[in-house]
């Protein structure tokens, strides 16, 4: 519970606004087409998409049917089982960074401003707490401020940072990297990598090639691709994980900024749409601010409905 209180105040601003229109809807009041609309507008608002969202009202009209439901208070937490359903049945939802064979080598990918090398720092903290001895590889050669960045995370939570200067070769850091995991027998390697260049190379094909390094080095390649996505970015979110996940295989979601955001729904679309899981979700900008995902506490949170988990409804 103290988990989920935490949480549940750290998502605070995204629970008051979006969630909050959502879950009025589902005041004691008889279940008509108005209602059917509301809910409709309010996802899409939400940025769950119009797919999804069509989806998800077609699932709940059958509940509602099912069950001879005529008054949406009586539905409310029927669709919060039906969300967290949703989430749960896709592989991997929430799941570790995978260390059975060490080196793991966790790829961070994304655009610019998506929180990749703050998430390498705070990942790299979790990691720590578990016992992992971690490097973090800065694959973002492409701004020195980025090197800097991703030093400073290293110095703050204790950590070995491998880098290269200022426009050197991205998959040669990697393979450096990787070099002084194996030496060092270290068990997590965490690369931050760029997300827009500035010179004519074309960043799909250098994360293609950083990947390609990885699997040379390390049997079955990197443990993780995760793709670090801004939840304040709505829809966008869902275009750029579809043109990551072409170049580098995804494994998995990291969102991040979810303290900032005031809606939830892009993690219903990526997980409907990519059947990508949702993995961690960021909390703010501190090492801490990292927690695993878990579709019950967040549909609780978003919902403002408090699950336990030996509801069999
Ligand atoms: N509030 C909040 N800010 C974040 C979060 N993750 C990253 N940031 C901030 O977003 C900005 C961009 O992050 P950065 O890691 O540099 O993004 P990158 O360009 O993808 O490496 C920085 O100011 C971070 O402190 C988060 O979960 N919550
Ligand atoms: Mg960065």
Redesign the pocket.
């Known amino acids: 519970m103290a988990v989920w209180s935490n949480f549940v105040s750290k998502i605070k601003n995204a629970a008051n606004k979006w969630s909050q229109g959502v879950s009025n809807l589902f005041s004691d009041s008889p279940i008509t087409d108005e209602f059917w609309d509301e809910l409709e507008e309010s996802l899409i608002g939400g940025d769950v998409g119009v797919e999804t969202a069509d989806h998800l009202i077609a699932d709940l009209r059958r509940v509602a049917i099912d069950r001879r439901i005529a008054h949406t208070g009586e539905l409310k937490g029927a669709f919060a089982d039906m969300l967290v359903r949703y989430l749960d049945e896709i592989p991997g939802m929430g799941a570790p960074i995978d260390t059975s064979s060490p080196p793991a080598v966790v790829l961070l990918v994304?655009?610019?401003?998506?929180?990749?090398?703050?998430?390498a720092g705070k990942l790299a903290t979790t990691m720590l707490s578990q016992g992992k001895s971690v490097i973090l590889a800065a694959g973002?050669t492409y701004r020195a401020a980025?090197i800097e960045?991703l030093k400073t995370w290293g110095s703050r939570v204790g950590v070995r940072v491998v880098a290269s200067s200022h426009g050197s070769d991205s998959a040669a850091v990697v393979f450096d990297a990787i070099q002084a995991a194996k030496a060092s027998g270290t068990d997590v390697v965490i690369v931050?990598t760029a997300?827009r260049l500035h010179t004519k190379s074309n960043l799909m094909d250098e994360l293609a090639k950083v990947r390609r390094v990885v699997a040379r080095e390390v049997p079955g390649g990197p443990a993780e691709a995760l793709l670090?996505l801004d939840a304040v970015m709505g829809q966008n979110g869902f275009i750029q994980a579809a043109a990551f996940n072409k170049a580098v295989p995804l494994t998995g979601v990291v969102m991040?900024?979810?303290?900032?955001t005031a809606k939830g729904g892009i993690a219903l679309c990526i997980a409907q749409k990519l059947r990508l899981p949702i993995r961690y979700i960021?909390?703010?900008?501190d090492a801490l601010?990292l927690d695993a995902f878990s579709p019950s506490d967040f549909i609780s949170a978003l919902l403002g409905v408090e699950r336990t988990d030996d509801n069999d409804d």
Do not use: I, M, R, Y
């Open positions: 994304g655009v610019n401003g998506s929180g990749k090398t703050t998430t973002d980025a960045q931050d997300g670090v991040t900024k979810f303290d900032n960021g909390l703010g900008e601010d």
